[in-house]
């Protein structure tokens, strides 16, 4: 496990709307920090703030700040379903005795 607390960096930077990335706990609890009142105070938030605590002071795994951040940051976010991502595999093929 490492040793670094808040230098820690994530595997993969967290994009912000703004443009700017978190690379390290230290990013993403300084970007927390300089939220809002009413914003921080959002249980989403809470508990992003509460996984980046952990995975700094304990050495929990990155993946859990990683998370709360992420879900913190979309957490407005509905996904929608396109169904003209994927074609339907169905339909497309034929049994050797069909042909």
């Known amino acids: 496990m490492s ?5 820690r960096e994530f595997d993969d930077p967290i994009a912000l709307p703004n443009g700017r990335q978190l ?5 993403a609890a300084t970007y927390v920090t300089g939220l809002p009142k009413t914003e921080a105070a959002l249980p989403e938030w809470q508990a992003a703030i509460e996984a980046l605590i952990l ?3 304990l050495g929990g795994p990155m993946m859990f700040a990683r998370v709360g951040v992420m879900r913190a940051l979309n957490r407005g976010h509905v996904r929608e379903f ?3 991502r994927k074609d339907p595999h169905w339909g497309k093929r034929k049994l050797k005795r069909d042909q």
């Open 3 to 7: 040793e670094l607390g808040w230098q």
């Open 23 to 27: 690379v390290s706990l230290r990013d």
């Open 55 to 57: 995975v700094a002071d």
């Open 82 to 84: 396109n169904p003209d």
